[in-house]
């Protein structure tokens, strides 16, 4: 892409390709910096980075891609087409070998999969997902700030229609960055922020569940962890890179504060 299409509107400021472009890593050093020195300045065109920067780390959380990769050129492979017959034997041989392998890991679905329920899987996808797009912000990680923990409270708390309340972490050595509202499954949902000093962030995701049970588990998406659970039809995620051992500690001292019942969990 040359520097032409990288155009400024009459004010001088980045048009929307250039800023396009900025979100890309596609310009220049000099205009590179050009942008980056305006947008310091310009809170809509800062605000307008920051939702592109969102969207698409959220498409890379969904689709798991990796720079590598979307750098690649497509492939087309030609194959030769196989008879219909072996086809049709494949396939019986495909559906034999999978009967058999899923009797084999039965007994493990449950273990692996939080236990098979689809609805509490959703609530965990979507606590991984939202730890995902909005960790990595440096300038919008939340909306609102810590410095308006009362009013962040009361806003939420109407919002979930549910008294909520934010754990400390302290102890741990993870401030509150703020908060802000996020679309659950069958209503809305809250996240909550941590930072620690070197500036790993730990998120907690809330949200309202139908049906109340007692669960602790642990799901994972590569370097991620999200220790979750429910409590008083209230579905609970802790979210963080850290080591599995210290999230889990964390994410009992959370649950007690909430008033959920650690004690119960095997």
């Known amino acids: ?135 990595p912000e440096r300038r919008h990680p939340v909306e609102v700030a810590a410095s308006e923990e009362e009013h962040l409270i009361t806003w939420l708390s109407k919002r979930l229609n549910r008294h909520l309340s934010v754990p400390s972490l302290q102890e741990y050595g993870y401030m509150l960055v703020g908060g802000r509202l996020l679309p659950g499954e069958a209503g809305p949902a809250a996240q909550f922020m941590y930072e620690n000093q070197s500036g790993a962030r730990l998120t907690l995701y809330v949200t309202g569940i139908p049906r109340d049970e007692t669960a602790f588990r642990l799901f994972r998406d590569g370097n991620r962890r999200t220790f979750y659970w429910i409590s008083d039809h209230m579905g609970y995620a802790l979210s963080g890179p850290i080591e599995e ?21 095997q």
Not at 20 to 40: C, G
Not at 245 to 265: D, F, N, T
């Open 1 to 135: 892409m040359n520097n032409d299409e990288h155009s400024t509107g009459s004010t001088g400021a980045p048009d929307l390709r250039a800023l396009s472009a900025f979100v890309d890593n596609e310009l220049p050093e000099s205009e590179h910096a050009a942008v980056r020195e305006h947008l310091a300045k310009d809170a809509q065109a800062a605000a307008q980075v920051a939702s592109w920067r969102a969207q698409k780390a959220a498409l890379q959380a969904l689709c798991g891609a990796n720079e590598r990769e979307r750098e690649e050129p497509p492939v087309i492979v030609l194959r030769a087409r196989v008879p219909w017959w072996r086809r049709v034997g494949i396939a019986a041989c495909w559906v034999i070998a999978g009967a058999g392998l899923a009797l084999a890991l039965g007994p493990l679905v449950p273990r692996l999969t939080g236990g098979g329920n689809g609805e509490v899987m959703s609530f965990v996808k979507r606590a991984d997902i939202a730890y995902a797009v909005y960790t």
């Open 245 to 265: 051992a210290k999230l889990r500690s964390i994410a009992i001292e959370v649950c007690g504060e909430l008033g959920g019942r650690p004690e119960a969990w």
